[in-house]
């Protein structure tokens, strides 16, 4: 049975509205011109743990944020790639999760603003994740991947890519409630949409269209579940039922293990879409397994020679 605050999470995001951008396609339509009209501050927020320090630069455009414990103990780097619908800006909850991992997994945690859509699309933004990836493997070491929804979608992309590119496996890629298959052509899928308090088809596939860009959406760096996935390192998956994207999710889950990855499978029953960053018991849990899975993943792995 979820928490009493998991319980309340849905009936907040009905009256909040949340689910407006994607429900239907017109919303989808008027939250992309709102976004390009207005966009939103990507900056962290002014609190956040004092045990971390925050750093910028800029790489051909992009904002490169740079997160890391004032213990100064540390080992190798997660990229985190934030959610959104490729349409919204990083989140307090994102940076949140980012300062989690960087103090308490004891590692630097790099965290890319990447441009979103109708301007960001996939064909532009994969390949400057994996390039991130490589860059910092050379100055930290070992580099795991960590996304969120969207952000799930570029952090698995971004593995295979790389992968595709005979770039050594990562020793752990955590992807929270990702968006697998932007087609959302899984039959399943109706049956799970009155269930989800946020995410909907039809604005779905209206974000969908315009991240793959000129890419088919069966291109793996747009929909990463049409991806062979042999050769992958570990993953950590997490997501909840009442989430439009779980029946791909289990597929990927399935598809992966039978190409011999080692795949920590967290599905909680009644919880929402990225459960784990909530501001629930469930949710807490579900950090804590986060952190302890790259903490553990990067101490390790062996430091490329």
Known sequence: ?????????PAFLRVTRA???????????????????RP??????RLLRSDVTIDVRREDGWPIYTLTPRSGRTRGNVVYCHGGGWVNEVARQHWQLAADIAAD???????????????????????????????????????CLAGDSAGGQIAL???VLLRDEEQPAMPRTVLISPALDLSLSNPEIPTVQPEDPWLGRDGGLV????????????DPRVSPLFADYTGLGPLTVFCGTRDILMPD?????????????EVDYHEAAELVHVYPLTPTPEGSAARTLIVDALRDALAQAPSPA
């Open 19 to 37: 689910n407006r951008p994607f429900i239907s396609a017109k919303g989808a339509r008027e939250h992309i011109r709102e976004r390009s009209l």
């Open 249 to 261: 999710i289990r597929i990927m889950v399935e598809k992966a293990r039978a190409a011999g990855v």
């Open 207 to 218: 974000l969908g269209e315009c991240w793959r860009g000129p890419l088919p959406i069966t």
């Open 105 to 143: 997994a004891g590692t630097t945690v790099t965290l890319p603003i990447y441009p979103l859509i109708p301007y960001g699309t996939a064909d532009q933004v994969i390949p400057r994740f994996a390039a991130l990836v490589r860059a910092n493997r050379a100055e930290y070491g070992v580099v």
């Open 157 to 159: 992309s971004t593995a």
């Open 1 to 9: 049975m979820p928490s009493l605050l998991s319980r309340a999470v």
């Open 40 to 45: 939103q501050a990507y900056g962290p927020p």
